[in-house]
């Protein structure tokens, strides 16, 4: 970053004084909270995230230091909610990746629905393409019910979303059709549920590391098991059998 691009000395206090700020207003907001899922708990935090990241940015752009601070990136966290506080509608987005996996099996399943459908003709053979099968299997069972049968389908589970965002009127039909997800304001969304690979690699990470340090443990307790087992007698007549089916 070139010299005259770099903030100000005064800039840098300025965000410094900001955290501090966002601080006395997240502490503030968690002592009045009013349940576990309070919003003004949620938009204190989000704006102290915001608050941390400026300052973290420009004490390493004037300074060339850092912060211990994990800074939530921009797409991890939203903006604070600013919809209306009893919504008149709803609006719910949602999104599913699956993989084709198992495309025989895919042509399989809609050669099924096309043949009990009386009204395709036998000699359209739509289901004989991956996209046709698609628009057959997706035409004739709901999403949900594909998400808990997608392995039926020779589909292999991605990353899902779901976001619920607040809005003052409904839409008008057919107004948001052309372009679903276009209109979305972040500052709008109540809720958001994702689910990715990525989470189940961190826990997985996380499981690696506490089954390495449980079979350090097992190997020290193996180890004095075995210096000990001079000074131990153990009588079987006094001994139950285990019982193999016993939970």
């Known amino acids: 970053m070139s010299d005259a691009a770099q ?69 991890e966290t939203l903006p604070p909610y600013t919809g209306p506080e009893e919504p008149n509608a709803l609006s719910v987005l949602i999104r599913r990746d699956y993989a084709v996996v198992e495309p025989q099996r895919l042509m399989a399943q809609a050669r099924r629905v096309e043949a009990a459908d009386d009204e395709v003709s036998a000699d359209a053979d739509v289901s004989g393409t991956v996209h046709g ?56 969304v109540v809720c958001r549920f994702d689910v990715s690979a990525v989470f189940d690699d961190e826990l997985e ?18 180890d004095d098991l075995d210096a000990d087992a001079d000074e131990v007698e153990v009588v079987d007549e006094d001994l139950e059998p285990l019982d193999v089916e016993r939970r």
């Not at 003004?40 to 704006?47: D, T």
């Not at 779901?162 to 209109?183: K, S």
């Open 133 to 188: 099968a698609l628009g057959i299997l997706f035409g004739e069972f709901e999403p949900d019910e594909i998400a808990s049968r997608h392995k039926e389908f020779g589909l292999e589970e991605g990353d899902s979303t779901l976001w619920v965002t607040a809005a003052d009127e409904p839409a008008e039909p057919g107004e948001w059709l052309e372009a679903p997800f276009e209109q979305v304001e972040p500052q709008r």
């Open 205 to 222: 990470d996380d499981e690696d590391v506490e089954d390495d340090e449980d079979v350090e443990d097992v190997e020290e307790l193996e």
């Open 7 to 75: 903030p100000t000395a005064a800039e840098v206090r300025a965000a410094a004084e900001a955290v501090k700020t966002a601080l006395d207003r997240h502490l503030a907001a968690v002592e009045r909270r009013s349940g576990e899922d309070d919003p003004a708990v949620y938009e204190a935090f989000n704006q102290l995230a915001a608050a941390a990241e400026t300052y973290d940015e420009l004490l390493y752009d004037r300074y060339d230091e850092v912060t211990p601070f994990e800074i939530p990136g921009a797409d």
